[in-house]
């Protein structure tokens, strides 16, 4: 007796394009949920088979490119021929040197027309991102939806999607569109595509939306300070509510990123940027995001050390303006108000980090160590 079909095995397979074109319409200002995972039927990449996964990392990518020389070769041979060509090959969902090499060696718009068909088509990841790879040496003006859209799927398409979109000037409207949408592996690399643009354009953006909380985001916070001045546009007087918001999760972020990047404590304009950053917070309404950055930035300034070789007394004197301001009734109100909801960064905040810092929203009755805030 036969099984009974599951329903994915019935008619023809979602494509990955239709798949990342369907959320999309469904979320169209925002990142994919779950990044678009998982693919339709399930489809799990199967090159971890395959010996070149864990060779040399010079090697990667090889094989698959010589199934594309063979391809290529033969003057008949359609793009639906590799659909299925690459099961137990690796596939890098990265640039790749080999691949690349392929495609400068063949007819441009023959690439092309094979890239385009692979990222339009294919029902498997493995054959979408060859598509990609392809389409990313030769793509033109009007290719640019099919890139945004397959990039979409943040995790496994944002890299090459970015890689494809930053080979040409004048891209970067394209680049901001992507990066709006995408979280993970996929925002680390479009805002290290940006942070390597010039033009106001793309500092902007990077000044009030870059950081968008996720655990990643520590590998770009303190070239997003650096690249985009932020020294110089918080230090001004006519900053707006959106930028002081992403300065504190930029420096929050950099606060916690010792080992993936850029630290607070190696970051020359910390104490100026910090300070500036506390000016602008003080006239601002208490949000339950705005005290959870700000009690991170405070108990970041109470356990720093000898590390922050800043004049004595500005690290203590900038910890306790943060603290002052966060023992203030309204944002005291707004604390006590994140954790009866069971915020999730109201509840970390009444652990230790409150008890250390004395915050009174936070710190059962009774006496509490910790530093008595400056009023």
């Known amino acids: 007796m036969s099984a009974t079909p599951e329903p994915e095995q019935l008619g023809p397979p979602t494509t990955l394009y239709e798949h990342a074109l369907r959320l999309h319409r469904a979320h169209p200002d925002g990142p994919l949920p779950r990044n678009g995972e998982p693919y339709p039927g399930d489809r799990r990449r199967l090159w971890q088979d395959d010996p070149e996964w864990s060779t040399d990392e010079r090697r990667k990518g090889a094989r698959a ?31 790749n040197d080999h691949i690349s090499a392929v495609a400068r060696r063949v007819d441009h718009q023959r690439v092309r027309q094979t890239g385009r068909w692979l990222v339009r088509h294919a029902a498997n990841p493995d054959a979408a991102s060859i598509g990609l790879a392809l389409l990313a040496s030769v793509w033109e003006d009007d290719d640019i939806p ?3 859209t397959i990039g979409l799927l943040s995790r496994g398409f944002a890299p090459l999607a970015v890689h494809a979109l930053e080979r040409r000037p004048g891209s970067t409207e394209a680049l901001l569109w992507l990066a709006e949408r995408v979280t993970g592996w996929g925002r680390v690399y479009v805002v ?16 009030r939306r870059a950081c968008d909380g996720d655990f990643l985001n520590r590998y770009f916070a303190g070239k997003v300070a650096t690249v985009a001045h932020l020294h110089e546009a918080i230090t001004r007087v006519d900053t707006d509510s959106e930028l002081v918001d992403h300065t504190g999760r930029l420096l929050a972020t950099m606060a916690e990123s010792d080992g993936m990047g850029l630290t607070l404590a190696h970051y020359p304009p910390a104490r100026v940027v910090l300070e500036a950053h506390l000016g602008h917070a003080r006239p601002l309404a208490a949000t339950v995001e705005r005290y959870f950055v700000n009690a991170r930035l405070a108990d970041y300034l109470d356990r720093a050390g ?10 203590e004197r900038i ?7 966060l023992d203030r009734d309204d944002w005291s109100e707004v604390a006590r108000a994140g954790l009866a909801a069971d915020n999730f960064g109201m509840s970390w905040l009444a652990g230790e980090v409150a008890l250390r810092l004395g915050l009174r929203a936070l710190v059962p009755p009774g006496p509490a160590p910790g530093h008595a805030p400056e009023v």
């Open 65 to 95: 490119a010589a199934i594309l020389d063979a391809h290529f070769a033969r003057a008949s041979a359609r793009p639906a021929d590799l659909v299925d060509a690459f099961h137990h090959v690796h596939v890098p969902s990265r640039p």
């Open 146 to 148: 099919l890139i945004q």
């Open 192 to 207: 290290d595509s940006l942070c390597a643009r010039s033009g106001t354009f793309a500092r902007d953006w990077l000044l």
């Open 306 to 315: 000898e590390e922050l070789t800043w004049p004595p007394g500005d690290r």
């Open 319 to 325: 910890r306790d303006g943060y603290l002052s301001l």
